[in-house]
């Protein structure tokens, strides 16, 4: 295990994220691993999240020691797989929550003796928020540069892990299909984090990883029946899919119609425009892909313009991005389009498939400047594409495709409190293009490893605290909670704990209302010899307001951001 520069008990500072500086010191850390007499030589890295980030940017090291990765829940992209994703900075679980956190923990107080006191001193004083610098660069622009890394350079056998639930699973896809060298892809209907703690489907990633090392760093291969290289589960058929690709088969594109809140295999008679009217609580059913699972949609659909199927007849399996076409009338471009697609079961329960999102003012590449500025009554045309799913919807299921003008809390709101309308009828391209694939049941020479528990830090145990949802009687005011605490010993065995909690809350008509309040508290230390750290963060439609308590070590400090919101 190795601290980043600045950070636990290495030297430097560290007051951002993703700096280019990480990959040119894990280039430094595998060639001095190799070079100790303990070491044969050959070096492998792995990574959850931050450092599944981290493990794939060795991979584009061109570290001669390197023969093997294994990313967990990580990509290539920090500006649209992390902080700005789909090209929107204020996502509420990475804005002021996530950068809170890390705040506290780069500025923990440490024993350690490989640290001294001077060099401390000089991290806390480097210390700021990351949001800071995220907030100011919105747009991809020269800041990013260096935080990426190219997927096609990856020349090392690498192996990703990653959930249908998780938000990055964008990322994880794109790089898996651009890796130059031996690869393998798992996706679990998971959400962030480890597969062994999921509730659905858990399996054993520190076997998978095992065997992956002992294939390409030992070069013993496996007992067991060689994995395949991709793994998928299935959701709506609680299965999993063992193939060579990703789809498994080349997928046919199903084209359906939107009209007057139907989806069609042809286009309606008639020309109509379809309102979509602006709710900043749309989304709270959609589940947190950091912490919580989707619920039943129906809560989010009433608030949402409807388009639904007629009853299948037969299942439907999707395998793939699907993609969206829409004429829009718009009254300006600060407007977000937030697509979803669902399963409707004969009992009316309402299961979120995939969803898209797409800021009219920032489009892909994310540069801050659309193709045209331009609106008009013709139409205002887009294409957008959901994030890539498995899916089997059931014969005697419907599809449904909802569509609003928000995603909270994985989107801050739009202040403009704008709608759209769709423009539906023969000569308007508002259609959904969905890539499916043959159904088939099979019964695989493989299987993934169950997990049979959690595997646990036998230093730190983690304990989840409930995401709740409340709202108001007519649903116009929603707050959302949640937060987690970690219990557990430092390597110097010293007790120490971690409470983290958030609260979002907003109003559905009024997105000024918007407001993200988290603190991070940190305690290491027998009593008497306490270092104490918090963290806090309070984020408005004016800006963020963070503040810094540290004691411990000689240390008494209290520091405040005060950083305007993007314009």
């Avoid at 994880?172 to 062994?196: Q, V, Y």
């Avoid at 963020?544 to 540290?550: D, E, F, K, P, Q």
């Avoid at 000689?554 to 314009?567: H, K, L, Q, V």
């Amino acid at each position: 295990m190795v601290d980043f520069r600045g950070t636990g008990a290495s030297e430097g500072v560290k007051s951002d994220a993703f700096e280019k500086v990480e990959q040119d010191d894990i280039y430094d850390i595998i060639e001095q691993l190799a070079d100790q007499q303990w070491c044969n030589g050959r070096v492998a890295v792995w990574g959850l999240s931050y450092g599944g980030i981290t493990a794939l940017r060795a991979a584009t090291s061109g570290a001669p020691s390197l023969r093997a990765v294994v990313a967990i829940e990580g990509s290539t992209d920090p500006y649209s797989d992390e902080v700005a994703r789909k090209g929107a900075v204020g996502l509420a679980m990475i804005i002021g929550e996530w950068s809170t956190m890390m705040l506290a923990l780069t500025a923990l107080p440490l024993t350690s003796p490989w640290l001294d006191p001077s060099a401390f001193s000089a991290r806390l004083q480097a210390a700021r928020p990351w949001h800071d610098a995220w907030t100011e660069h919105p747009h991809r622009d020269h800041y990013w540069q260096g935080r990426e890394v190219d997927p096609a350079t990856i020349d090392v056998p690498t192996l990703i892990f990653t959930g249908w639930r998780d938000t990055n699973v964008v990322g994880a896809w794109r790089d898996f299909a651009a890796i130059n060298a031996p690869r393998r892809i798992i996706c679990g209907p998971w959400l962030h984090g480890m597969p062994e703690g999921q509730e659905q489907a858990p399996v054993d990633s520190v076997a998978l990883t095992i065997d992956w090392f002992d294939e390409h760093l030992r070069k013993v291969q496996p007992e067991a029946t060689p994995a395949p290289i991709v793994s998928t589960y299935i959701m709506g058929a609680d299965q999993w899919e063992f193939a060579e690709h990703y789809p498994a088969v080349p997928p046919t594109d199903r084209t359906l119609y939107l009209s007057d809140g139907r989806l069609s295999t042809g286009p309606s008679a008639a020309p109509s425009r379809v309102p979509v009217a602006f709710d900043a609580t749309v989304g709270v059913a959609a589940g947190l892909g950091m912490a919580a699972a989707p619920r039943d949609q129906r809560r989010d659909v009433t608030r949402s313009a409807i388009f639904i199927s007629d009853v299948l007849d037969s299942t439907l399996d999707i395998a793939g991005a699907p993609r969206i076409s829409l004429s829009l009338v718009v009254a300006h471009l600060d407007v977000d389009v937030v697509a979803k697609l669902n399963d409707i079961a004969p009992n009316g329960h309402t299961t979120l498939i995939t969803r898209g999102f797409q800021r009219l003012s920032n489009p892909p590449p994310y540069t801050g400047v659309p193709e045209s500025r331009e609106v008009a009554d013709a139409g205002h045309q887009i294409e957008m594409d959901f994030d890539p799913t498995r899916y089997r919807l059931k014969a005697g299921h419907r599809l449904q495709l909802t569509l609003s003008a928000a995603d909270f809390p994985e989107y801050w709101p739009q202040l403009s409190a704008a709608g759209y309308e769709v423009l539906v009828g023969p000569q308007y391209s508002s259609i959904l293009h969905l890539p499916t694939v043959p159904t088939h049941d099979m019964t695989a020479p493989f299987e993934l490893p169950a997990a049979t528990r959690a595997r646990e830090n036998d230093r730190m145990v983690d304990q989840q605290v409930a995401v709740t949802l409340e709202e108001n009687a007519d649903g116009t005011e929603v707050v959302v909670r949640g937060g987690w605490l970690s219990k557990g010993r430092t390597v110097e065995g010293e007790p120490i704990e971690l409470l983290h909690t958030y609260e979002i809350s907003t109003h559905a008509h009024n997105p000024s209302a918007t407001q993200l309040n988290t603190q991070t508290d940190i305690i290491v230390g027998a009593t008497g010899e306490l270092r104490t750290v918090r963290a806090a963060c309070s984020l408005g439609p004016q800006g963020l307001s963070s503040t810094l308590r540290v004691i411990g070590n000689g240390i008494d400090e209290d520091r405040t951001w005060n950083t305007p919101w993007p314009a």
